[in-house]
């Protein structure tokens, strides 16, 4: 069975850092496509960040710089390295598995419970 369990999520104040963690169960990390999703109070859910199998990244314009997105293969876990955190940072983050090695919209197939992310002071 495929699982996802996001943490490390929490309030923390403009500029702080935060580390979010992945855990994968039923499937291994690195032969798929991860992403990380988040979804702000009264929008709409939106990729941040992804890490293809063979290990290129792609994030959002407005983390650029800011966040990182990694995976650990042998925990088989994704993280996400928030830095230099901003209150527009505020939502709720979700990790989420594609289907394929490579990511495209729509393309992905489980994701986790999400984790809660205040930036605020």
């Known amino acids: 069975e495929v699982q996802l369990v996001e943490s490390g999520g929490g309030l923390v104040q403009p500029g702080g850092s935060l580390r979010l963690s992945c855990a994968a169960s039923g499937f291994t990390c690195s032969s798929y496509a991860m992403s990380w999703f988040r979804q702000a109070p009264g929008k709409g859910r939106e990729r941040v960040s992804t890490i293809n199998s063979a290990g290129t990244t792609t994030y959002t314009d407005s983390v650029k710089g800011r966040f990182t997105i990694s995976r650990d293969n042998a925990k088989n876990t994704l993280y996400l390295q928030m830095n230099s955190l901003k209150p527009e940072d505020t939502g709720v983050y979700y990790c989420?598995?594609?289907?394929?090695?490579?990511?495209?919209?729509?393309?992905?197939?489980?994701w986790g419970q999400g984790t809660q992310v205040t930036v605020s002071s």
């Open positions: 989420a598995k594609s289907k394929t090695a490579v990511y495209y919209a729509g393309g992905d197939d489980y």
